[in-house]
């Protein structure tokens, strides 16, 4: 069963701290993952997208990485700003269909203080 | 500018209203996707559309239909909202790039009484 599972569920910093968020997935076959920021009441918005050759992508203050052969990615937050509090979906899509089906974690919920 | 609207933003509404929730993108993307999320849990795939007078059921069963008259309109619609409705509806859409990436509207929060 095509699953992708993120933690943690739940996450507290203080502002100006740095943090790594998990992704694990079991999608075959493989086409690329996405990081999401979804913001409350929001429409998750991209992040990065990583194909299956690609082990690190950066964007800005978030950089995620992927390693295929185990099936896990992280996504690294540096300097936390308090617009970061919002919640992270991982998100893998299989390349088995036309429609390129994607397979959504339930998303880790980060707080951040002042 | 490009992008992909929903309304309403929120909706309250009694049992056995029937409701249409909206959504357009001006993206000129052919496909086009509802999915429905409750708090803390994750997306589920209720209907897509492969382009023009084209329309699938998604993963998670639904009651709602939907219809692709024109390209960038992909309207879902409940006869009778019932409370297990209440919810939120996200919907997408995503052109011919290789990631097959898809652009998120802001979402409708429902809430059936």
């Known amino acids: 069963k095509n699953q992708v599972e993120q933690s943690p569920q739940s996450l507290i910093i203080l502002e100006g701290k740095n943090c790594t968020l998990q992704c694990n997935y079991t999608v075959s076959p493989f086409s690329n993952l996405r990081w999401y920021k979804q913001d409350t009441g929001r429409g998750p918005v991209s992040l990065t997208i990583m194909t299956f050759s690609e082990n690190t992508k950066s964007n800005g203050r978030y950089t995620a990485t992927l390693d295929a052969d185990t099936k896990q990615s992280s996504l690294h937050i540096t300097a936390s700003q308090l617009s970061d509090s919002a919640s992270y979906i991982c998100v893998v899509s299989d390349r088995g269909s036309t429609l390129g089906r994607l397979y959504f974690g339930r998303g880790t919920q980060l707080t951040v203080w002042p | 500018e490009a992008d992909i609207y929903q309304t309403p933003r929120y909706l309250v509404i009694g049992t056995g209203k029937k409701i249409t929730l909206e959504c357009s993108q001006t993206?000129?993307?052919?496909?086009m996707y509802w999915y429905q999320q409750d708090p803390g849990m994750e997306l589920h795939l209720i209907h897509y559309?492969?382009?023009?007078?084209?329309?699938e059921k998604g993963d998670l069963s639904s009651e709602s239909t939907v219809s692709r008259i024109r390209t960038e309109h992909f309207p879902l619609t409940l006869e009778s909202a019932r409370p297990s409705h209440t919810s939120q509806y996200l919907c997408?859409?995503?052109?011919?790039?290789?990631?097959?990436?898809?652009?998120f509207g802001p979402g409708t929060r429902l809430t059936v009484l």
């Open positions: 993206m000129g993307h052919d496909k």
């Open positions: 559309s492969y382009g023009v007078n084209s329309t």
């Open positions: 997408a859409s995503s052109g011919e790039s290789s990631y097959n990436e898809q652009f």
